[in-house]
């Protein structure tokens, strides 16, 4: 009767943490619901955070879902560490041949991670060990001995730990000054730049993902390319569809305390294909790393790009020659134009998960419901990726040509880390 009640009270929390099927350390059919939760509260908690610049959550997600990765990695026997396949990560202690659970292992690691990205945050903390209380409970009561869960808490906590000491050599802080030289036509920070110096940050692999970038060539002359793109930025930004308005708005993805981010978007958006596919816990983690990865990977392209040609945003241009009182409809960031981000990033993820759920693939994305924002169904990943992109356009903030780049230099970065052996 006390177990039902449980149930029940779960069922009407709605989209909060679900019950655990029963454990099978080492099965290929292990339970992804463990890791879901975890992604979903991680979703929830960036709006806490405070001072992360957008581009850093990258890193949050990437190094979260390795984390969990490897906790299991060790532990079963079906899947292959990512340590020795990537930069700076050579060896991890293993636990293979001991009787170890992998959930509790899961379970520990992801909330090691989160404590450590969002435990200064508001009530972060408490939402952090209330879920980890919660499945642990949960496993308990499936009568696995007390001190295998405890011992697996503690590897989980272990490679938690490794990956953060890994995490913090991978020179994504940078205290260099950055003093751009002033040019026509070339983006300059106003008052500063933000995190311009995010390329150096190391790449997960030795071989770094390349692409060659044709920028825009600046001119203010009315038949030339780049006055023409802007121009349709202007053009659109004041003949916005309603449809047109929502996308913008839905994909806006702020670190404002309302939006996900864009990196916790595709985390929500996976956490509803894994649902959706009912994946295994090492096929649901395999996802999350590649998909993070390259994530993390476009953003080190992207900025790349932004501060090497330093292309001058739409407001400047169109506010100097167009119409000295036009706005965008959201938020220009600090950073250069060129490449577009969103579209970078976002079809980096696609790309990433089109690998492991195909082409065809269909989503329902309702990563903001809970603000009533109303869901979207896609016919497929890369259609998700095609108009988070284009939502900069209708957002007044990028020009038709860096999104497309975008999402050229988004498949290249994804490349990467189709060479990952993980899930065998």
Request: hydrophobic letters at 40%.
């Given at each position: 009767?006390?177990?039902?009640?449980?149930?029940?009270?779960?069922?009407?929390a709605g989209p909060g943490?679900?019950?655990?099927?029963?454990?099978?350390?080492?099965?290929?059919?292990?339970?992804?619901?463990?890791l879901t939760n975890w992604m979903d509260l991680q979703c929830r908690l960036v709006r806490n955070a405070r001072g992360v610049?957008?581009?850093?959550?990258?890193?949050?997600?990437?190094?979260?879902?390795?984390?969990?990765?490897e906790s299991m990695a060790g532990i079963d026997p079906a899947c292959k560490s990512i340590a020795g396949q990537v930069n700076g990560l050579e060896t991890l202690p293993s636990a293979r041949g001991k009787n170890l659970n992998v959930l509790a292992s899961v379970n520990a690691a992801y909330a090691h991670m989160l404590r450590h990205f969002y435990g200064t945050f508001g009530s972060s903390t408490g939402s952090i060990d209330s879920l980890e209380k919660m499945q642990a409970d949960l496993l308990a009561k499936?009568?696995?001995?007390?001190?295998?869960?405890?011992?697996?808490?503690?590897?989980?906590?272990?490679?938690a730990a490794l990956i953060l000491e890994w995490a913090a050599k991978d020179r994504s802080v940078s205290t260099?000054?950055?003093?751009?030289?002033?040019?026509?036509?070339?983006?300059?920070?106003?008052p500063t730049a933000a995190v311009p110096f995010w390329s150096e940050t190391r790449s997960f692999f030795s071989t770094k993902p390349a692409f060659t970038y044709q920028a825009p060539v600046y001119s203010s002359e009315k038949n030339t390319d780049f006055y023409q793109m802007a121009d349709e930025v202007y053009k659109t930004g004041v003949n916005l569809s309603p449809e047109q308005k929502a996308t913008a708005l839905y994909w806006d993805d702020s670190p404002d305390g309302k939006y996900r981010t864009v990196f916790g978007h595709w985390t929500?958006?996976?956490?509803?294909?894994?649902?959706?596919?009912?994946?295994?816990?090492?096929?649901?983690?395999?996802?999350?790393?590649?998909?993070?990865?390259?994530?993390?990977?476009a953003t080190i392209l992207a900025w790349e790009?932004?501060?090497?040609?330093?292309?001058?945003?739409?407001?400047?241009?169109?506010?100097?020659?167009?119409?000295k009182n036009w706005k965008p409809l959201i938020a220009t960031p600090n950073h250069p134009e060129f490449p577009a981000a969103h579209a970078t990033l976002s079809n980096a993820a696609a790309t990433a998960l089109c690998k492991v759920f195909g082409e065809k693939c269909s989503v329902v994305d309702n990563a903001y419901v809970d603000i009533g924002m109303k869901s979207r169904s896609y016919a497929s990943i890369k259609e998700v990726a095609k108009e988070a992109g284009y939502s900069r356009l209708y957002g007044g903030i990028h020009y038709r040509y860096s999104i497309e780049q975008g999402f050229l230099a988004g498949e290249a970065a994804a490349r990467a880390v189709e060479g990952l052996v993980l899930f065998l």
């Open positions: 009767m006390r177990n039902l009640f449980i149930l029940l009270l779960i069922l009407v943490p679900q019950l655990l099927a029963k454990p099978n350390p080492g099965s290929k059919q292990e339970p992804a619901t463990i610049p957008h581009v850093a959550y990258s890193r949050h997600f990437s190094y979260s879902a390795i984390a969990a990765y499936q009568k696995i001995k007390g001190s295998i869960l405890t011992e697996s808490a503690d590897y989980g906590k272990k490679i260099k000054t950055y003093s751009p030289a002033a040019g026509q036509g070339l983006w300059m920070p106003s929500h958006i996976l956490s509803g294909l894994i649902k959706q596919q009912k994946s295994s816990l090492p096929m649901a983690a395999t996802a999350f790393v590649k998909m993070s990865m390259a994530m993390q990977e790009g932004k501060y090497q040609y330093r292309v001058l945003r739409p407001i400047n241009f169109i506010q100097e020659n167009i119409d």
